[in-house]
């Protein structure tokens, strides 16, 4: 199948330790651009402060129509989707 419009891998992790709690995404975000989230981990496990890839929490794939929309996400990612992780 043609891979239409311009498409974002990203690797989901925390700058901070404790327990993960899900996802949070910008509802406009979710609805237009997010294609699929799979996490590696269950909610309620622990995760660590991003310090090498044995920390990732999964992976995060998003499509856009432009590139200049895809690398506004790319450039500030918190501003539309993060892991919830509680202390």
């Known amino acids: 199948a043609p891979c239409n419009g311009f498409w974002l891998s990203y690797i989901v ?9 899900g996802m949070w995404y910008d509802k406009k975000f979710a ?4 294609y699929k989230y ?3 981990i269950d909610e309620g496990e622990k995760v660590q402060a991003y310090s090498g890839t044995n920390c990732t929490i999964g992976m995060l794939v998003a ?8 690398m506004t996400v790319a450039k ?4 539309f989707f993060h892991p919830i992780i509680a202390s």
């Open 13 to 21: 992790h925390s700058n901070i330790s404790g327990s993960y709690q």
């Open 31 to 34: 609805e237009g651009n997010l």
């Open 38 to 40: 799979s996490p590696y």
């Open 63 to 70: 499509t856009f129509p432009t590139r200049e929309e895809m």
């Open 76 to 79: 500030e990612p918190e501003k």
